[in-house]
C-alpha cells in the first residue's frame, strides 16, 4: 500500500505514525488513516470523528429489524413474526426499516457497518495497548460503483511491511 503513494504521502503517514507512537495512553484522539484509492487521497481523523467522516451503516440494527431476527431464532415462522412486529412497532416503521436496510444493501456501503466499525475500534485498542510500535489503522476505501469492501490494514512505518487483514 506505501508503495503506491507519492513521496508526500508517504512523509505524512510516516508523520501520523511516529506521532501515534508518542501517544502514552489510549484516547479519542488517536489517528485513523483514510486512503481514498479513485483520488489518491490520504488524510488522517481521529477516532472521535471517524463515525462522521465515515458513517458506518446501521440500518441492520433498527429495533424493528433486531426484534423480528430475535424472534425468528425462538422458532416462530416468518409470517407469525411479521405480524407481532407490527403490532409492536406499527406496521409503518417495521416497513421504513426494511426500506432503509434494503436501500443500503442495494447502493452498497463497501461492507463498512456498524460491527466492523466497532471491530476496529476494539482492535486498534487491543493492539495500542500490546504492541511497540503500535500498527496505525489504514483503512483503504472502496471504489465507487465497485461491490469491493472498505480494507483495513496496519501500518507499521515506512521500514516495516504492511499487514493485510480482510475485516
Known sequence: MAETLTDRQQRQLQGWFERLQTLEAWSDACPVVLLDRAWLRIQAVPVAQLASVLPPDATAEAPELVHYRQLLATGLDPWTVQQKCWHEFGA?????????????????????????????????????????????????????????PHQLDWFLGLSSAMRHTCA
Open 92 to 148: 409503518p416503521a417495521c416497513c421504513q426499516a426494511l426500506r432503509r436496510y434494503w436501500q443500503v444493501q442495494e447502493c452498497g456501503n463497501h461492507g463498512w457497518d456498524l460491527q466492523r466499525y466497532l471491530d476496529l475500534l476494539l482492535e486498534y485498542r487491543r493492539r495500542f495497548g500490546l504492541a511497540s510500535p503500535c500498527p496505525l489503522p489504514v483503512l483503504v476505501l472502496a471504489r465507487e460503483g465497485q461491490r469491493e
